[in-house]
């Protein structure tokens, strides 16, 4: 089952089409369907693609894992009613 993730929390991406790097970030903004991520831990490899970036990117939730789960998007306020 999918968790639910909070602005502060530390999180994995895994590379893919849409991530050019996999890395573990922090949750900095929450989003309708990413979140904005500081990339904190990555491969030397990728320390330009991460300068480039500027140590942030936004990535779609079905990119992200925590605790190795998988997240889902927050609850809104719309969907609550």
Known sequence: MAQEINVGETV????????????????????????????????????????DLKHKTVVNYKDITKDGEAVQPPVTDDAKK
Do not use: C, M, R, W
């Open 12 to 51: 994995d991406v895994t590379k893919s089409k849409q991530v050019p790097l996999s890395f573990t970030g922090t949750v900095e903004k929450l989003y309708a369907n990413a979140a904005l991520l500081t990339i904190d831990q990555f491969a030397k490899k990728d320390h330009e693609t991460v300068e």
